[in-house]
């Protein structure tokens, strides 16, 4: 029997072929997908596979070395122009590629929406009204091309509702191969993300002007207008009965889950809701005049019973047929991951009647725990075993945040009692279960607060060796949110003692400050800018809570004054969170009158180098900011008419770069060079009740622990 022939001699035939007859090649559209040996081609594949779990478009340099998929026919690639249906149909659709003049237009049309040098807003209104016409009848085309979806992204962010209207059309009974592209999935998305305002609008009673434009036939017309409401319940029955394949799909699963948000009526610019939906890897395209075209998005949204009820049935359909297995399969995936914690959590929320473990078609929070939260209290039962097993998995950890943050209240108090709380001193040791041990104490009440302080306690210096500074951060504000003041001490006792016994070393030790010496011996640049960098932001989260808390405020300030000149500079230079710490310290009300007076008297001679850096000109903006008179803190005038006499000295080199004239605007340089009488009045008059406001900063924008991208 002949031997089969391998790949490699397929491989070799095709190359044979080639070399004999190259011109007559032809393209042929197979169900199986070739091999390819161009080298731009291997590019393009190399460039999709190394950033394999995220969804983004191709970086610009590529595209400047004209790696479009117009350019080059290749139909049967699954970033080329044709979506690769995993489980589902085999067919594959290719919708064509774009002219090279048509390729020209639009990629102009891009640059010159980005640029947004039109002479008069009704320049810009006629120049996009030429590219949607330009548009009609190639819209599958544009999506999915490399080159030119990005345009299609900037003209969605723009469009009327008949345009978005006209979009949904031109889409329908393509939505499965489009949502499956990978970067015709991206249009999707801002088609849906873009449309969602319109459905509350319409349900309201307000419909905006929907009519078609000029260039539309008479015939169209005649036809009825369609809601917005059924465009999205019509993309429902395309993608009806694919939905098992599409939640592991790499680029379909983010799709499917801003379709989700968007029918749930969660608001959009959640930030839980864009780590949820987007990858961290995802380019965000924005153009010129989007924002206000948005607005109507923002907020909660009224939705239709219509979209609640879309919303159960794809819960249903996609989750109702797995066993206990594929549920455990799926939480630990790293695509389909993002998409269970959505489903879990929506569906929490939309069917609360329906929570009952003896039910007849149980939700998904009773898969995941049969029984509960009776079975909980078993060590042997399927929903404890489920549980022990995710909360150390890297992926699987995630689900398991969800379940805390979002099961009602008779499942938590089980897990709490039974799984949790017992063993929360190992949990926060871990660097895989301490986040779900960190929602676990945000959730708690007072009494096993306490009780997870005594356990906690003993280990605080093992925290600080491991850096679960995270972990440190939630019991302190958990703490104080309590009024648990001796649990306070006990916590401050255990950081002081693994930081060390000078005072200094509060700060040298959260904020990774060595010396210079000991940097420069670290080889690899590039893990000490990551790791370091992660580490100094936990570590000045952490001080800068403390510093709202009054005992172990004044050893934060204590510890900042301890640390010599150079160090103190370093401080506010390195990264935003370490200079938050420094401003947040200065405005800080302190026992100690002198504390102030002395880190301003540190920082004087530096403040040139600071103004002009990212970081560190935050810090100038606060001294300017302080009152000259107060008893709890304030700088002397004669103090900051000296670091103004500085900051003058060195306006042109202030005046170069945005940071330098961030500065000069908060200490009024232009008033001090013309009007000197009146900047030192505006400087007296400042007093402490004016201007006494402790930041915030660290807890609206830097939250702690890991960031958590999907």
């Known amino acids: 029997m002949p031997k089969p022939r391998t790949k490699r001699g397929s491989g070799r035939e095709a190359r044979k ?80 590629m774009l002219t090279d003049e048509e390729q020209e237009y639009f990629r102009r049309a891009d640059e010159m929406l980005e640029l947004n040098q039109f002479p008069t807003p009704e320049d810009r209104t006629l120049f996009l009204e030429s590219v949607y016409e330009e548009a009609k009848g190639k819209e599958l085309k544009v999506a999915s091309s490399q080159s030119c979806s990005r345009l299609m992204e900037r003209l969605i962010q723009l469009a009327s509702t008949a345009q978005k209207k006209r979009l949904f059309e031109a889409f329908a009974g393509h939505f499965l191969s489009l949502v499956q592209h990978r970067f015709a999935s991206h249009c999707c998305e801002a088609l849906f993300l873009r449309s969602a305002g319109v459905v509350s609008q319409e349900l309201s009673g307000f419909v905006p002007d929907t009519a078609r434009g000029d260039g539309d036939e ?132 939309l069917n609360k009647s329906e929570q009952k473990a003896d039910a007849e078609q149980p939700t998904l929070l009773f898969q995941l725990l049969p029984g509960a939260p009776q079975s909980l ?15 150390y998995d890297p992926i699987g950890s995630r689900l398991v945040e969800t379940i805390i943050t979002h099961a009602p209240g008779k499942i938590f108090k089980a897990l709490n009692q039974n799984i949790f709380l017992p063993r929360i001193q190992g949990y926060v040791r871990n660097d895989v279960s301490c986040y779900p041990a960190i929602k676990v104490l945000n959730r708690i009440g007072k009494d096993q607060l306490v009780e997870a302080v005594e356990k906690i306690g003993p280990t605080v210096p093992q925290l600080v060796t491991k850096r679960r500074y995270n972990v440190l951060r939630t019991l ?7 009024g648990l003041t001796e649990e306070i001490k006990q916590l401050m006792k255990g950081l002081r003692e693994g930081c060390g016994p ?16 000991d940097a420069k011996k670290k080889k690899d640049a590039l893990q000490l800018s990551k790791n370091e960098y992660a580490i100094q ?84 903006v606060a001294l300017a900011e302080m009152p000259t008179r107060g008893r709890d803190y304030s700088v002397p005038a004669h103090i900051k008419e000296g670091i103004m006499q500085t900051l003058s000295g060195s306006e042109a080199a202030l005046r170069e770069g945005w940071t330098g004239r961030s500065v000069w605007r908060a200490w009024k340089g232009d008033l001090w060079k013309t009007r000197r009488h009146d900047w030192k009045a505006w400087i007296k008059d400042m007093v402490a009740e004016e201007s006494q406001q402790v930041t915030s900063v660290h807890k609206k924008g830097a939250v702690g622990g890991r960031k958590r991208e999907n």
């Not at 000078?502 to 010496?517: G, K």
């Open 537 to 620: 932001s936990h570590g000045a989260q952490l001080l800068t809570t403390l510093l709202a808390t009054p005992g172990p405020a004044k050893g934060v300030q204590e510890a900042l004054s301890a640390l010599p000149p150079d160090l103190l500079v370093r401080l506010a230079t390195t990264s935003f969170p370490t200079a938050t710490l420094v401003s947040t310290a200065l405005k800080t009300p302190s026992a100690n009158a002198l504390f102030q007076k002395s880190t301003v008297h540190a920082l004087a001679p530096h403040v040139v180098d600071l103004a002009v850096s990212q970081n560190g000109h935050n810090v100038v």
């Open 218 to 349: 008479g015939g169209e017309d005649q036809e009825p207008e369609s809601s917005m409401e059924s465009l999205f319940l019509a993309t429902l029955d395309e993608l009806e009965g694919s939905m098992g394949f599409l939640i592991t799909d790499r680029f379909a699963s983010h799709t499917l889950r801003v379709l989700l948000v968007v029918l749930s009526g969660r608001p959009l610019e959640d930030v839980a809701v864009k780590t949820l939906i987007k990858s961290k890897k995802k380019e965000k395209v924005s153009v010129a005049g989007s924002a206000a075209v948005d607005e109507q998005n923002q907020g909660l949204r009224a939705v239709p019973e219509s979209f609640t009820a879309a919303v159960t049935k794809i819960i249903r359909d996609s989750t109702s047929t797995m066993d206990a297995t594929s549920l455990r399969v799926l939480a630990t995936h790293p695509i389909g991951n993002p998409t269970l914690q959505l489903f879990l959590e929506l569906d929490l929320s």
């Open 476 to 482: 302190f504000e958990r703490c104080a949110a309590r």
């Open 17 to 96: 072929r080639k070399h004999d007859g190259e011109e007559n090649i032809g393209w042929t559209i197979d169900t199986k997908r070739p091999r390819v040996d161009d080298d731009n081609h291997h590019s393009d594949k190399h460039q999709a596979n190394k950033h394999k779990a995220s969804k983004h478009h191709v970086d610009n340099d590529h595209a400047e070395k004209g790696y479009y998929q117009d350019e080059v026919p290749e139909p049967a690639g699954d970033d080329e122009g044709f979506a690769d249906h995993e489980e589902g149909p085999a067919e594959k659709e290719f919708f064509g």
């Open 377 to 391: 209290y078993e060590e042997s039962s399927e929903a404890a075993e489920f549980i022990n097993g995710m909360i």
């Open 502 to 517: 000078q005072p200094a070393d509060l700060v040298t030790t959260l904020c990774a400050l060595t010396s210079e010496e």
